[in-house]
């Protein structure tokens, strides 16, 4: 049922109080169809999963669509595989844990992430040394022009770091409604490179890690260094990290020898975009109620009553003093609104 100016204070984990000017709630594909071919709402649509990866600095003036198809199922994919399928409205890390709870492994290192699974796939999500792509099989979107379904490939997805073509020439195109992972059920593959996974399994003297082990460990890691939403209103990382040529490194490692680096894309060198907001000292600070978080540079906080528009404007100040001080441009991971 559409309901008018509704607040979506509980719906954004930044904790942004402004108005939906229609919000609707669905639950099954036929609702969501339903609504698209009646044609007589001549307002845009905005799909919203769980809020936590949005900035919204204004009343919104259409019609959002909080998508709550829920639904889990499997089948075996022979060899050792199984093709797992969740409604886009499940919760992301339920799901994890109900895939572990039957022994599927892939989804691990992506624990504790919060929002749905509807929207994992539109900025490739990644933590830990995974992205959603290493396990994603397909995807079924209903068009928002036409209300077709569509299946979607991995290939169709054209996946990125932190991006898709979700989040570049499909943007507010599609709703996902659907995703189906290709997971292992036996044999699975342990993803336990990661600097901080390593140090945490090597504390628990766990020396044949499962995926169970991998799942706590991240979560431990996750608990201990980034604000709970339900405390600290925040959307994660605010900033993707930039990769940039290793001409441009070089000049910074002159400056800054201890400058942390990882391999990027096509002879890139990655550099975290936390390291560079805290060279900036900017790491702790405050301007009234929202801040730069104190123990994780690339996050932005609201402590209460923040206003979305001050939060993008204090990203801005940060970007511009990045890019003043180093060079490099700031690219947003936050959807802002
Ligand atoms: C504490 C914290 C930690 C985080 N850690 C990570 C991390 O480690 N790695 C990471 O990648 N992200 C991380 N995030 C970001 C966020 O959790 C993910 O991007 C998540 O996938 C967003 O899901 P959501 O359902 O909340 O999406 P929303 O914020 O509701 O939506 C995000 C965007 O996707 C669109 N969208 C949502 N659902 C659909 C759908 N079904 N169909 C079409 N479009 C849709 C929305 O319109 C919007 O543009 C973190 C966030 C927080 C708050």
Redesign the pocket.
Known sequence: MLSKDISLLPY??FGIDVKANLFVEITEIEDLVQIVKQGNLALPF?????????LLTRDVPFLVVK?SIKGKSFNSAGLGKVLVTAG??EN?HEFVVWCLEHNFGGLEN?SL????V???P??????YGVELKDVFYSLK?VDLDSGETKIFSREDCNFGY?SSI??QEL??R????EVSFLLTSEDHIINDNYGAIKSVLNKKAVAHPGIKDIHQAVIDI?RSK????SEIG????FFKNPEISQNHFNKIKAIHPDVPNYPGREGLIKVPAGWLIEQCGWKGKRRGPIGCYDKQAL?LVNYGGGKGEKIKELSEDIAADVFETFGIKLQR?V?VL
């Open positions: 954004n984990t905005f799909i919203l999963g769980g809020g936590s990866n949005l998508n886009a409205g992301w992506l992430i919060p929002g749905t509807g929207a994992a539109i900025q490739n999500i990644g933590a979107a932190r979700f989040k943007k507010g599609y709703c996902i409604v996750r980034l604000p709970d939403p925040n959307a994660g990382s996050i991971e959807n």
